[in-house]
């Protein structure tokens, strides 16, 4: 026979025996009185339709023996079980004959230790298995938190050990019993009494260890040292976090060892265009973004950002922040700003202000602000009013509750925000535009409230949720008190800042993909609603209507940062009206 002869017959061989492999056609189980048919074909692997292969009982059987001995019964009968060939064999019939006999029962619990403690304290719980049947899933269960309970209470090192089982069979009633003997040694108390950290090569130490909220001494906590990587990632410094080390040095002292991986915190974020000019009587023009963001000036943790915008030939905004964090050493974070819009050829805008922020916990906290701002018309050959030549002073406060696992690719957690602000605001020209109603003296509040919740469905995936709404309130109200809305940070598929509003409100639905720790590709869908009460007086008319928007996108985590881009439609619009959102995904 040649050699492509002998290939030819294998493959006929093969073809052959998946053609005719037999079929488990039915399982039928029988007296079996505590487990049902489901639980004991899932301990056995069996499936109607699998295909049959010699030994399937004996294998069944063992599998099952194994999940009955963890439920407590030790001693099952599978007499009479077999296999049962159809006419034409090309099927069987699996008889599962089953008795799971009496089971075994726990009738006492003996506990031994070395350490000079009083283990009554801790084993109490077990107390409620005697006279329960010997369940494996159960005891080991009280073990693991037995066991969280002693690293919760400063015990790391602690262990319990089951020394063994005596099983026998009580003389006058018949039943199964079963003695437990376990040994806990709990070890010395341990206490955190340095902290080191490795991995930073720019950010101090001390920067970090003040986000841990750990005192010297304090006793440890399996539990808190678990969640310490959550506060560190707030701090968006580093690559996620691992959960740290505790080891006891040669002094016996307790030492907890961080170790991160440092990010850039340095974001350059720009688009830079020219405009060309459409006829002779005019010239070109710049424009474009540039945000730089500085997030831990000299590995200090004190940031500051400069945002330069200009969208149109006479529009233009330009913002500078600087925060200082933990103030002389106390949870307290100041931040100041800078803020001025030119827009278009109606007024100049400046805003000055800072607030400080209370971080009454890692999780939650408060700030108050206060802001001076001035609003001066532009002088035109011919006059038309825009706005009034105004200056205010607002003060506010707000709560921020935040719950998330990781602030820049979030997986499970939410976040709460909400403020409130209160605005004096004095008129004074021009004076060509006072008539006998002019209030020139009025009050401004603003409220503002933000909800995000995030849920991971299942592994990688996840769905994002937020809701958010602003409201202004107050007698009368001008273009620059006015909220504006729509574009990459509320409704994506519409132009940014294209709409004004004295009331909106908006919902930001993703479903993410994870496509590494902080790599993920979404699509998402966005509605708002905006409101804009009229004001004939001085030219506002009314403005109110629902939006919607859609698409896809992706986020990067690249060198310079978490780079979101998105594909996004307005409702209604074309493929060809779609628009692009993009730049780096940061929270100052």
């Known amino acids: 026979m040649t050699c492509r002869g002998k290939y030819f017959l294998i493959l006929l061989l093969i073809l052959c025996a998946c053609t005719f492999a037999q079929k488990i056609n039915k399982i039928e189980i029988t007296s079996n009185k505590v487990f049902s048919d489901n639980e004991i074909k899932r301990w056995a692997g069996l499936n109607e339709g699998q295909n049959y292969f010699s030994g399937v009982i004996d294998t069944s059987i063992s599998r099952i023996s194994t999940a009955l001995g963890y439920s407590g019964y030790f001693y099952p009968s599978f007499n009479k079980s077999t296999v049962e060939f159809s006419l034409d064999s090309q099927s069987v019939t699996l008889y599962l004959n089953i008795d799971e006999g009496a089971p075994t029962v726990i009738q006492d619990i003996i506990f031994s230790s070395a350490d000079s403690v009083n283990i009554e304290n801790y084993i109490s719980s077990f107390n409620y298995l005697k006279g329960e049947i010997f369940n494996q899933y159960e005891i080991e269960n009280l073990i693991n938190n037995l066991l969280s309970d002693l690293e919760n209470e400063g015990f790391p090192f602690a262990s319990i050990i089951i020394q063994s089982v005596y099983v026998y069979k009580d003389t006058a009633d018949a039943d199964h019993l079963a003695d437990i003997y376990f040994d806990l040694n709990i070890g010395k108390k341990s206490t955190i009494d340095k902290i080191e950290v490795a991995g930073n090569t720019s950010t101090k130490d001390y920067v970090i260890i003040r986000e841990l909220r750990i005192e010297p001494g304090e006793v440890y906590s399996q539990e808190k040292v678990e969640n310490l990587p959550v506060r560190l990632n707030k701090l968006r410094f580093f690559d996620p976090v691992s959960v740290p080390s505790f080891y006891l040095n040669s002094q016996n002292d307790g030492v907890l060892q961080i170790k991160v991986k440092e990010r850039n915190t340095n974001n350059f974020d720009g688009v830079i265009g020219y405009i060309p000019p459409q006829n002779e009587n005019e010239s070109g023009y710049v424009t474009g973004l540039v945000n730089i963001t500085l997030r831990n000036i000299f590995g200090t943790g004190r940031a500051a950002e400069i945002s330069w915008e200009k969208l149109t030939r006479i529009s233009q905004e330009l913002q500078l922040k600087y925060l200082e964090p933990w103030l002389f050493g106390y949870p307290f974070n100041l931040n100041a700003e800078l803020f001025q819009r030119i827009q278009d050829s109606s ?153 004004l509003a004295s009331r909106i409100a908006w919902t930001n639905l993703e479903y993410r993909l994870m496509l590494s720790i902080r790599t993920y590709t979404f699509v998402f869908f966005d509605s708002g609603y905006y409101l804009l009460e009229p004001i004939p007086e001085i030219g506002i008319v009314r403005a109110e209507d629902f939006i919607f928007g859609y698409g896809i996108g992706i986020a990067l985590d690249t060198a310079i940062g978490l780079l979101g881009v998105s594909f996004a439609f307005a409702n209604g619009d074309t493929f060809s009206e779609g628009k692009i959102h993009f730049g780096i995904v940061n929270e100052f």
């Open 347 to 499: 007024y100049v805008q400046r805003i000055i202000g800072g607030g400080i922020e209370y971080l009454a916990t890692e999780d939650i906290s408060a700030s108050a602000i206060v802001t001076f701002e001035n609003v001066i018309p532009t002088t035109r050959e011919i006059p038309v009013f825009t706005v009034y030549n105004s200056s205010s002073i607002t003060t506010g406060v707000g709560l921020k509750i935040d719950l998330r696992d990781d602030p820049l690719a979030t997986l499970s957690g939410f976040i709460f925000e909400n403020s409130y602000s209160y605005s004096s605001k004095t008129i004074s020209g021009p004076q060509e535009y006072f008539n006998e109603s002019t209030q020139t003296e009025i009050n401004l509040q603003r409220f503002t409230a933000g909800f995000g919740a995030f849920f991971e469905i299942f592994p990688r995936n996840v769905i994002a949720l937020k809701v958010n709404g602003r409201e202004l309130s107050g007698p009368f109200f001008e273009q620059s008190d006015l909220w504006r809305f729509g574009g990459t940070k509320t409704v994506r598929g519409y132009r940014e800042e294209q709409f």
